[in-house]
């Protein structure tokens, strides 16, 4: 499998563009995590879904971020209005219905300036 | 909610030598207990897991050891490797559920060749 896959893996932005993260979990795999990884802060996590549906978004920092999953193979996480915070490593994960393990995938490493 | 510290923060080893990462937790109904092997530039992966029915796991050179009691878990890895130099995440989960997982803060593990 090729594992979780996500796109673009380095953006550059200017403040107060709209940045959109893109994340292909792993075939059969029903539920879906964004993560966000900062020096200050480690690893959070900003929402997650669970068979397409969102169960937990208290994670998301505030309006300006919003996650879809239109469908099983398929998520965005999109930010608008960037700002210079927002810079971070931003991870998507998926876990099968089975067992618990979660896998990561390369990260989006996004800049804002 | 689950509280998740992990010690020590940096760690520098001899090849060859043992390194050992320690975390505890918070709360007693935590019964998932994973950690992650993070590469320079890559996203986290597992590399082994304890539930709490176990006190014990080993996978080649690594184990993890787990004290319910003391609200405690250990990495730990033997003969140690400069391939192993890495940040390394333990996390603990709620119920046993990927979905909650609280990551500690990460141990930058150095192996000095």
């Known amino acids: 499998d090729a594992g979780v896959i996500q796109s673009p893996r380095h953006e550059v932005t200017e403040m107060g563009q709209e940045v959109t993260l893109r994340c292909k979990p792993i075939?059969?795999?029903?539920?879906l995590f964004w993560y966000r990884q900062t020096m200050m802060r480690g690893l959070e996590l900003l929402i997650y879904f669970n068979n397409n549906v969102p169960i937990d978004d208290s994670g998301m920092p505030e309006d300006r971020f919003s996650a879809k999953m239109p469908n099983a193979s398929f998520s965005t996480l999109k930010i608008q209005p960037s700002e210079p915070r927002d810079s971070a490593v931003y991870f998507c994960?998926?876990?099968?219905?089975?067992?618990?393990?979660?896998?990561f995938g390369e990260g989006s490493w996004l800049t804002v300036v | 909610g689950e509280n998740v510290e992990q010690h020590p923060s940096t760690l520098s080893v001899q090849e060859g030598d043992s390194a050992v990462i320690k975390c505890t937790y918070s709360d007693s109904a935590s019964n998932y207990f994973p950690w992650y092997k993070q590469e320079l530039g890559k996203g986290p992966q597992l590399i082994i897991d304890?539930?709490?029915?176990?006190g014990e796991k080993k996978d080649q050179r690594i184990a993890v050891t787990l004290n319910k009691t003391a609200k405690h878990f250990s990495l730990h890895i033997t003969e140690t490797q400069p391939e192993d130099s890495a940040v390394y995440f333990c996390a603990a989960s709620i119920g046993g559920s990927a979905r909650q997982l609280t990551f500690g803060s990460g141990t930058q593990l150095t192996v000095l060749p």
């Open positions: 075939s059969g795999h029903n539920s």
């Open positions: 304890i539930r709490s029915n176990v």
């Open positions: 994960a998926s876990s099968g219905a089975l067992g618990n393990t979660i896998y």
